[in-house]
């Protein structure tokens, strides 16, 4: 079940190629919108939805390269690319830029249909994963500063007293720390927690060493 609604971004400068892809889009059941340059198009509000873009490549004033990387600054829309005169160099830096495929014009109905439904897919799993990490970043911040400081110390795989060592406090104090992070972030299980501390990418700075 789709959690959010679909929108395929178009940005060419020619006019009758908006008007054939939109045109195409909407007979395939797509939620297409179109703009003539990248600069509308970056200006332009998006509305919350899942959604790629169909970006030309080679555009008077911004091209779609320079697009590309404005886009990717801030959001995560899966790109696809289109040219009337492509060539290696720039298909080697939009691929490199995260573009899903480069389709050369005249486009093939076809291709571009399941390009276009495969690029959102992938924007899906983008949101989901968005949703997730920002899920999980709320949690983190519903600990204590101590209990964030404990946490990387026990996903790094220290013993309870060796925690507490590090941090100058009782095996205890740490038993009952690690039951109130288990609580709050929601772990079912301690490798639950190892793998969320991996995803939120927290470090310690301790550089002490135990022995087993």
């Known amino acids: 079940m789709k959690s959010a609604s ?53 555009m008077p004033g911004m091209s779609g ?41 005249p486009l093939d109905e076809d291709e571009l249909m399941c390009v276009v439904a495969a ?3 992938r924007a899906h799993v983008l949101r989901k994963e968005a949703d997730d990490a920002a899920t999980l970043h709320a949690l983190y911040q519903t600990l204590t500063p ?4 404990l946490l990387p110390l026990l996903a790094s795989g220290l013993l309870n007293k060796q925690a507490a060592a590090v941090l100058g406090i009782t095996e205890y104090t740490v038993q009952v720390h690690r039951g109130h992070i288990m609580r709050k972030m929601q772990a079912d299980s301690f490798a639950t927690l190892v793998r969320q501390a991996s995803k939120l990418q927290l470090e310690t700075s301790s550089t002490t060493t135990f022995d087993a």
């Open 146 to 149: 101590r209990e964030q400081e």
């Open 65 to 105: 390269l320079e697009v590309q990387k404005l886009v990717s600054r801030d959001s995560q829309i899966p790109v696809i690319f289109i040219t009337g005169k492509g060539d290696v160099p720039s298909t080697v830096l939009a691929m490199k830029g995260g573009a899903v495929d480069f389709l050369t014009k």
């Open 6 to 58: 679909e929108v395929v971004y178009v940005v060419d400068d020619d006019r009758r190629v908006r008007e054939a892809l939109t045109s195409l889009l909407r007979a395939n059941g797509r939620d297409a919108r179109a703009f003539d340059s990248g600069r509308e198009f970056l200006e332009t509000p998006r509305q919350n939805s899942v959604s790629c873009l169909i970006l030309d490549l080679r």
């Open 119 to 121: 690029a959102l897919a």
